[in-house]
């Protein structure tokens, strides 16, 4: 089995190679047609020639009054010396020989011509005779003995012109091969300079260097534009996940360690002295709720982990919203119970999504609700939208609301307007919204905040149109 050949690793090369192919194959056809028209002439002209000579040799037969011995003598006199076509002729009458070009019976014998037939239908054979090459062709007079032509053009000056074309293409093709593949060569390394430059950039950004990006001056190349931008918003992709990266890093050392030192700090405490029943049983009760809200913090972050990664999948069934936010409400009941809240469902709406992400999603709301609701008001959850134009669920509540300042990092980890009360008991750790955020895009929705300072806070998730 033949090996297979495997073409240029570079792509310059492989533009050079292609290139090469390209311009011979335009350079072979053209040489192909120029041959084709020289024979094609060269045919034609002999045609032509030897069907002149048979209206001669017509003329000659006619003159002598149906005698061949003026076309003898025609033929022996023009075939004697040169002429700018030499041919050779042989006279037949009833099929015997009656004259003929001296010296033909060696150079062409009769057994090579092709039987009689019309001048305009001439039968052409080509012969070689030592250096020489003829065309020969026999053809029929008009006269009362049956007089006949056998006629051997030379065209070894035609041939050899043919010859010497066929070597000058060969020699051509021979020299351009190289030359070819050297033009090829420069032309590809210069439209390629281009991903050189790119190259070199894309070299020189690191970790400690992410802000560094292709510059669009000069303006590159219409085919490379494109890869450029896209580029760019890769390294500006990269460089807000490499810094979300570390202020989560930042910030989940930041979250771990204040409850994880009160852990320590009671428990050395108890560690110190003996103490009563009383003290120890304080002591454990912080250490259980110090647990307790580090439990949760991993809880949430595998939560969060868990819905972003892509090979999540959700389980889409039916749902009335009503009766999500019904469980939903039921569920706080009994925190809203002590500030005297009021929960209110408003509106109806069916549609697809993941109950248990749903649940999870406006639980996360309804927390931040009644934590931050003022005693004796009210929280609505309003449903809105249809199937067909898509679903909005949104949880209003009348608290102190929040400033214009961090409605754009609401949503991120660990954030919270006031960080002074991060770690008490009655604040969260700063992931709820986070966790409904990602549970909304991975529905393909959205959710959104509307706050007035001391005028309250209303947040929705809006769900799009979405089949089972």
Not at 241 to 251: G, K, Q, Y
């Amino acid at each position: 089995m033949m090996r297979r050949i495997l073409p240029p690793t570079s792509i310059s090369g492989r533009l050079a190679l292609l290139y090469t192919l390209g311009a011979l194959l335009a350079v072979g056809l053209f040489a192909l047609l120029a041959n084709w028209k020289l024979e094609a002439n060269f045919t034609v002209a002999h045609r032509d020639f030897l069907q002149a000579k048979a209206a001669e040799f017509q003329d000659d037969l006619n003159d002598g009054g149906g005698e061949p011995d003026l076309l003898i003598n025609e033929v022996l006199k023009e075939t004697d010396g040169a002429r700018l076509r030499s041919y050779e002729a042989r006279v037949l009458v009833a099929g015997k020989l009656a004259g003929a070009t001296p010296g033909m019976a060696t150079t062409l014998p009769a057994r090579l011509f092709p039987a009689v037939r019309g001048v305009q239908a001439l039968t052409l054979i080509r012969d070689q005779t030592g250096n020489s090459s003829w065309l020969l062709t026999s053809l029929p007079l008009q006269g009362p003995q049956n007089v006949s032509l056998q006629i051997g053009l030379d065209i070894t000056r035609d041939e050899a012109l043919l010859t010497d074309f066929h070597r000058a293409l060969a020699v051509f093709f021979l020299l351009m091969v190289p030359l070819l593949l050297g033009a090829g060569r420069l032309a590809a390394t210069h439209a390629l300079a281009p991903l050189t430059r790119i190259a070199k950039v894309a070299q020189s950004i690191t970790p400690a260097q992410l802000s560094r990006r292709i510059p669009q001056d000069p303006p590159w190349p219409r085919e490379l534009t494109g890869l450029v931008q896209v580029f760019n918003q890769m390294l500006d992709n990269l460089e807000s996940s490499f810094e979300r990266l570390s202020r989560f890093s930042a910030d989940i050392a930041h979250e771990l360690r204040t409850p994880l030192s009160n852990l320590t700090g009671s428990l050395e405490v108890c560690l110190i002295r003996p103490r009563d029943e009383a003290e120890y049983r304080a002591a454990i009760a912080s250490a259980i709720e110090d647990a307790q809200r580090l439990t949760g913090l991993i809880e949430n972050l595998l939560f969060l982990a868990r819905v972003e990664n892509p090979r999540h999948a959700l389980r889409l069934e039916r749902c009335e919203a009503s009766e999500i936010c019904a469980w939903v409400a039921a569920h706080y009941e009994a925190q809203s119970r002590p500030k005297d809240l009021r929960l209110r469902i408003a509106g109806a709406a069916t549609f697809y999504a993941d109950t248990l992400l749903l649940r999870q999603a406006l639980g996360n709301v309804l927390a931040n609700a009644v934590r931050h609701a003022p005693p004796g008001s009210e929280i609505v959850l309003a449903i809105s939208g249809s199937p067909a134009s898509g679903v909005d669920i949104s949880v209003s509540d009348q608290g102190p609301g929040i400033a214009p300042e961090h409605l754009p990092r609401l949503f991120d980890r660990f954030y919270q307007t006031d960080p002074a009360r991060g770690h008490k008991a009655t604040q969260g750790s700063g992931l709820g919204l986070s966790i409904v955020r990602s549970i909304m895009e991975l529905h393909g929705g959205r959710v959104t905040i509307e706050s007035v300072p001391g005028h309250g806070t209303r947040v929705s998730l809006q769900f799009p149109s979405m089949e089972a």
